[in-house]
C-alpha cells in the first residue's frame, strides 16, 4: 500500500515538473499578440535543435523595432495618395490580405495597364538577397522608390509624391518625429516603407515548429514531402529562412524552358550572356496563398509548378504520389500572416495636388 502511495505521488510530482518545462518551452517560443503590424524580427535564444542544421531556417519571432517608424511606414503602405490617380497603394498589388499579392497573373495599375510580370509577395521579402525578379533593387528601401514613379504602377513622380505629403501637416510632424529633419524626403519616405516591410513575416509556420523539435506539428506524409524536396535537389536552390531568394538562378536549368523566352531576368542587370533567363528564386514561404505561379503566371496550380520544377530544373519526372507529397510539405509552410490595425490617414487640404486619373 505505501509502496502504492509513493509511487503515485512521484508520478503527479514527475507530471508537474514535466508540465512546468513544456510550459517555460512554449512561453518562450510565443510571439507577442498585440502589435497591429507584422511580426518579424531576430532570432530567439534557447535550446540549439539538432535541426538547427537543416537547410531551411525558422523564422525569428523576437522585434526590435522602431514603433514611431513603423507606424508611419504603415501607412504609406496603405496611401492611395502616393499614386497619380490617388487610387493605388502599395497594397492594390501585394494585398495583406491575400498572402501579399494581387492573384493576378500581372497586377493593374494606373489607367488598367497590365504590367509585364507576376507580384512576388512582400511578406518575408527582408529575406531576399535583392529584390525584383531579376535583382535590380538592392533592398527594400531601393525597392520602395520604384513603383511609386513607375508609369505603369502608380505613375507619380518623387517630387509629386513629396509635395503631397509635404501639404499635410499631420504627416510633416510625424516625419519629423521620426528623422529630425525640417523637410520630408523621399529617402524618408522609402526608409519607412522599408522599416513597414521589414515586420511582414510570418514567423510559426507548422514547418517551422517541426524545426524547433515539435515532431507533432507535420505528418508522415508531409515529412516524406520534405525528404524527397531535400533528396531530388528542389533545396539547392529553394533554403534559408525564407525556402528560397538566396540567389539567381536559371529558369530552364535542365530543359530550356519554351513558354515565356521575352522576359530575359537578370541579364538585364548584368547583361552577362549566363544570366539569360536566370530569375532571384522565389520564396516558398506561404506559396499556397500567392497563384498564379513563376514571373510569367504560367499556372494556377501548385501541383503542376512543382512537376514543372522537377522537368525543367532537375530533368526528373515526379509521380502524382510524389508531387502530392511535396504539396502537402509546401502547405505547411504557411505561417501566421501580419495582424494588421488598418491604419488612418490624414485628410487632404487645399494645398494638396489633387488626383489625376489621366
Ligand atoms: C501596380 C502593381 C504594384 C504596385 C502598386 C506596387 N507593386 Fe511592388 N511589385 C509589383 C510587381 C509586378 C513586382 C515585380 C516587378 C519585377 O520584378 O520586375 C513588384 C515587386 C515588389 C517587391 C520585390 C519583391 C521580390 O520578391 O523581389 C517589393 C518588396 C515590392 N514590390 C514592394 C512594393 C511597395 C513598397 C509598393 C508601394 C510603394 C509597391 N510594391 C507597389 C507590383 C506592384
Ligand atoms: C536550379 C534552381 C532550382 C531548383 C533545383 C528548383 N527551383 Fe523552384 N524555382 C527556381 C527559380 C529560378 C524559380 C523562378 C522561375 C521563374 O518564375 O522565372 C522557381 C520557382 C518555383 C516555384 C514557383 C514560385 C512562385 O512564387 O511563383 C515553385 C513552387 C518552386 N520553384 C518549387 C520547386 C520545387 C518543388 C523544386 C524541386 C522539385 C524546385 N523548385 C527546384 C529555382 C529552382
Redesign the pocket.
Given at each position: 500500500m505505501k509502496k502504492i502511495k509513493f509511487t503515485l505521488i512521484s508520478c503527479v510530482l514527475a507530471l508537474v515538473v514535466i508540465n512546468m518545462v513544456i510550459l517555460t518551452v512554449t512561453a518562450a517560443d510565443e510571439p507577442p499578440r498585440n502589435i497591429g503590424y507584422g511580426r518579424g524580427g531576430r532570432m530567439q535564444g534557447g535550446a540549439v535543435s539538432e535541426r538547427s542544421k537543416e537547410p531551411i531556417q525558422p523564422i525569428p519571432v523576437t522585434f526590435d523595432y522602431d514603433t514611431a517608424k513603423i507606424e508611419l511606414g504603415k501607412k504609406?503602405?496603405f496611401e492611395p495618395r502616393?499614386?497619380k490617380s490617388g487610387w493605388?497603394?502599395?497594397n492594390?498589388?501585394?494585398n495583406l490580405s491575400t498572402g501579399g499579392v494581387?492573384n493576378l497573373p500581372?497586377?493593374?495599375?494606373h489607367k488598367w495597364l497590365f504590367?509585364?510580370?507576376?507580384?512576388?509577395?512582400?511578406l518575408n521579402?527582408k529575406f531576399?538577397l535583392a529584390?525584383?525578379?531579376?535583382g535590380?533593387?538592392k533592398d527594400?528601401k531601393e525597392?520602395?522608390k520604384?513603383?511609386?514613379a513607375n508609369p505603369?504602377?502608380?505613375a507619380s513622380n518623387h517630387e509629386l509624391a513629396v509635395d503631397v505629403l509635404q501639404s499635410i501637416p499631420a504627416y510633416v510632424q510625424w516625419f519629423k518625429e521620426v528623422y529630425k529633419e525640417e523637410n520630408i524626403t523621399i529617402d524618408n519616405v522609402a526608409d519607412a516603407?522599408a522599416a513597414f516591410?521589414e515586420t511582414l513575416t510570418t514567423p510559426n509556420s507548422r514547418f517551422d515548429w517541426w524545426l524547433k523539435d515539435y515532431d507533432d506539428k507535420i505528418t508522415d506524409a508531409e515529412m516524406e514531402g520534405y525528404d524527397l524536396f531535400k533528396n531530388k535537389g528542389c533545396i539547392i536552390c529553394h533554403n534559408g529562412f525564407g525556402v528560397g531568394?538566396t540567389s539567381f538562378q536559371k529558369f530552364g536549368v535542365a530543359k530550356p524552358y519554351d513558354k515565356d523566352t521575352q522576359t530575359l531576368g537578370r541579364y538585364n542587370v548584368t547583361k552577362e550572356e549566363k544570366d539569360k533567363y536566370a530569375f532571384?528564386v522565389?520564396?516558398l514561404r506561404n506559396i499556397e496563398l500567392t497563384a498564379p505561379y513563376f514571373?510569367d503566371a504560367s499556372t494556377w496550380s501548385l501541383s503542376e509548378a512543382v512537376k514543372i520544377m522537377a522537368e525543367y530544373q532537375l530533368g526528373v519526372t515526379f509521380n502524382d504520389n510524389e508531387t502530392d507529397k511535396i504539396v502537402a510539405f509546401l502547405r505547411t509552410l504557411t505561417g501566421d500572416q501580419p495582424s494588421i490595425l488598418f491604419p488612418i490617414l490624414p485628410p487632404s487640404n487645399e494645398n494638396t495636388p489633387k488626383p489625376n486619373r489621366n
Open positions: 504609406l503602405f502616393l499614386s493605388i497603394t502599395c492594390s498589388c501585394h494581387d500581372t497586377s493593374i495599375g504590367g509585364p510580370i507576376n507580384s512576388p509577395t512582400v521579402a531576399n529584390q525584383f525578379w531579376d535590380r533593387a527594400l525597392q520602395a520604384g513603383p511609386i505603369m504602377e502608380m516603407i516591410e531568394g532571384k522565389p520564396l514571373h
